[in-house]
């Protein structure tokens, strides 16, 4: 628990020195004993190399006496019996470095060894080696392990003493180094926690580097471009609903206040009927709201398989519309135009263009059904047809959004309030479907395409 309450850039610095240390440590260790091998193979080469000059001076009757020391080494020269027949001045001509059995194992096997050489009144120990010479002669060259002791003392206090030393600075540049890594991230938060509920227009600061942090910062700053967006929308939606609201409540208020001014001379009737009208249009209002709302949040009341024939039909029964249905011919018929989705939102779809199409149309409204070919593999669309003065194309688009009027709609008794496309546009896709208005030649035509059921 007391790592986890620290810093972040506490628990990197303090894993990384962690990990220096331990690869210093074992650096150093590997070192120290490469370096007391290296040193011991040179010794050892020395004295076998002396012990083999000695042995060919031997050999060849040459040795002098005493025998000269060469690069501080021992030699001691034993004759057949076992006593020293020549030396180097600085050894005991009278005791062998070695005693017999254990002459005659190193000169079997070859291999140098440590003796102490304190009882032989030498320093430290030495690195003995024995070579067996002609006419039984053994000769046992030794020279002095203190010089190696020393170098190999000397290496470890210095790396004891710069091991920390490297260490602490490597920290404190990995401390520097992670701070400068980690300040992005800092300025972030520092952005983030300047953003306010009512901050427009806010972005987080973006570091010039293209790493991970450059990317979090694009992203985080996508997401708050999204939420400006999706807030000036609700803003948006807000204003335009109270002014929606105002209009018929204002109409209310205005008969009932004339009404009790003037109660002897006022028809209640009618304006009972003025006020039920004005409350029909708020309630229609408030319906559209919340089926916005809800379709807002991408989720459907239900999921059910949708016949769009079926409703297209009882719409056309319903209105007395025209009814085009090219589901294939008798030969290859095409596929059922059934969805999934819920039939009362997709029946509000239909029901939205058919009265938009009629407040608009001048004789005539077809409605459409059609599946396969130029509707495309496994589409369902649906198409409402007027023959009234169109839409020009710079407009299309803009009359899904809420709270839109063209100019020969801006009545609101015969207009509506500027919803009804856009609950057709939400509610299509909400379906997994597109909605789009084309020319018809003359009028317009609303094509809705939506996927079938498999």
Same mark, same amino acid.
């Given at each position: 628990?007391?790592?986890?309450?620290?810093?972040?850039? $506490?628990?990197?610095?303090?894993?990384?020195?962690?990990?220096?240390?331990?690869?210093?440590?074992?650096?150093?260790?590997?070192?120290?004993?490469?370096?007391?091998?290296?040193?011991?193979? !040179?010794?050892?080469?020395?004295?076998?190399?002396?012990?083999?000059?000695?042995?060919?001076?031997?050999?060849?009757? *040459?040795?002098?006496?005493?025998?000269?020391? +060469? !690069? !501080?080494?021992? +030699?001691?020269?034993?004759?057949?019996?076992?006593?020293?027949?020549?030396?180097?001045?600085?050894?005991?001509?009278?005791? &062998?470095?070695?005693?017999?059995?254990?002459?005659?194992?190193?000169? *079997?096997?070859?291999?140098?060894?440590?003796? !102490?050489?304190?009882?032989?009144?030498? &320093?430290?120990?030495?690195?003995?080696?024995?070579?067996?010479? @002609?006419?039984?002669?053994?000769?046992?060259?030794?020279?002095? $392990?203190?010089?190696?002791?020393?170098?190999?003392?000397?290496?470890?206090?210095?790396?004891?003493?710069?091991?920390?030393?490297?260490?602490?600075?490597?920290?404190?540049?990995?401390?520097? +180094? =992670?701070? *400068?890594?980690?300040?992005? =991230?800092?300025?972030?938060?520092?952005?983030?926690?300047?953003?306010?509920?009512?901050?427009?227009?806010?972005?987080?600061?973006? &570091?010039?580097?293209?790493?991970?942090?450059?990317?979090?910062?694009?992203?985080?700053?996508?997401?708050?471009?999204?939420?400006?967006?999706?807030?000036?929308?609700?803003?948006?939606?807000?204003?335009?609903?109270? %002014?929606?609201?105002?209009?018929?409540?204002?109409? =209310?208020?205005?008969?009932?206040?004339?009404?009790?001014?003037?109660?002897?001379?006022?028809?209640?009737?009618?304006?009972?009927?003025?006020?039920?009208? @004005?409350?029909?249009?708020?309630?229609?209002?408030?319906?559209?709201?919340?089926?916005?709302?809800?379709?807002?949040?991408?989720?459907?009341?239900?999921?059910?398989?949708?016949?769009?024939?079926?409703?297209?039909?009882?719409?056309?029964?319903?209105?007395?519309?025209?009814?085009?249905?090219?589901?294939?011919?008798?030969?290859?018929?095409?596929?059922?135009?059934?969805? #999934?989705?819920?039939?009362?939102?997709? *029946?509000?779809?239909?029901?939205?263009?058919?009265?938009?199409?009629?407040? %608009?149309?001048?004789?005539?409204?077809?409605?459409?059904?059609?599946?396969?070919?130029?509707?495309?593999?496994?589409?369902?669309?649906?198409?409402?047809?007027?023959?009234?003065?169109?839409?020009?194309?710079?407009?299309?688009?803009?009359?899904?959004?809420?709270?839109?009027?063209?100019? @020969?709609?801006?009545? /609101?008794?015969?207009?509506?309030?500027?919803?009804?496309?856009?609950?057709? /546009?939400?509610?299509?896709?909400?379906?997994?479907?597109?909605?789009?208005?084309?020319?018809?030649?003359?009028?317009?035509?609303?094509? +809705?395409?939506? &996927? #079938?059921?498999?």
């Amino acid at each position: 628990m007391w790592w986890r309450r620290r810093s972040l850039r $506490f628990r990197l610095t303090a894993t990384a020195t962690a990990v220096l240390a331990l690869a210093l440590a074992v650096s150093a260790y590997v070192f120290v004993v490469v370096l007391g091998e290296s040193l011991i193979r !040179n010794i050892d080469d020395q004295v076998y190399q002396r012990g083999r000059e000695i042995v060919a001076l031997s050999d060849a009757g *040459r040795l002098p006496d005493p025998v000269t020391s +060469v !690069n !501080n080494t021992i +030699v001691q020269v034993l004759g057949p019996d076992g006593r020293i027949v020549d030396a180097t001045s600085d050894t005991d001509r009278l005791v &062998p470095l070695l005693p017999a059995r254990a002459r005659e194992s190193a000169a *079997r096997t070859g291999a140098p060894q440590f003796v !102490n050489g304190r009882p032989y009144a030498l &320093p430290g120990p030495l690195r003995v080696r024995v070579l067996s010479a @002609d006419h039984g002669v053994t000769v046992i060259v030794a020279r002095s $392990f203190t010089e190696v002791e020393s170098s190999l003392v000397t290496t470890g206090h210095v790396l004891l003493v710069g091991m920390p030393l490297l260490l602490a600075l490597l920290a404190a540049a990995s401390w520097l +180094v =992670i701070g *400068r890594t980690l300040r992005p =991230i800092t300025l972030l938060r520092r952005g983030a926690a300047a953003v306010g509920g009512t901050a427009r227009s806010r972005r987080l600061p973006v &570091p010039e580097a293209r790493d991970e942090v450059h990317a979090l910062a694009t992203t985080l700053n996508d997401m708050l471009g999204r939420l400006e967006e999706a807030e000036a929308r609700q803003r948006a939606l807000v204003s335009d609903a109270a %002014h929606e609201l105002r209009s018929p409540l204002a109409s =209310i208020r205005l008969q009932l206040e004339v009404a009790l001014s003037h109660p002897e001379g006022q028809d209640w009737t009618e304006t009972a009927e003025g006020v039920l009208e @004005d409350t029909l249009r708020l309630s229609r209002l408030a319906e559209d709201l919340l089926a916005l709302a809800r379709l807002d949040e991408g989720r459907l009341s239900r999921r059910e398989p949708v016949d769009l024939g079926v409703l297209a039909r009882r719409t056309a029964e319903r209105y007395d519309l025209g009814l085009d249905l090219d589901l294939g011919s008798d030969a290859a018929p095409g596929p059922a135009p059934v969805v #999934l989705g819920d039939e009362l939102d997709l *029946r509000r779809v239909l029901t939205n263009l058919v009265d938009n199409a009629l407040r %608009h149309a001048a004789s005539a409204v077809r409605l459409g059904v059609r599946t396969g070919g130029a509707a495309g593999a496994g589409v369902a669309e649906l198409t409402v047809t007027d023959d009234g003065p169109g839409i020009p194309p710079e407009d299309r688009e803009r009359v899904f959004d809420r709270f839109t009027r063209l100019d @020969d709609a801006r009545s /609101r008794d015969d207009g509506g309030a500027g919803l009804g496309l856009a609950i057709v /546009r939400t509610t299509v896709e909400a379906h997994g479907g597109t909605v789009h208005l084309e020319d018809a030649s003359p009028g317009l035509r609303a094509v +809705v395409r939506l &996927p #079938l059921a498999r």
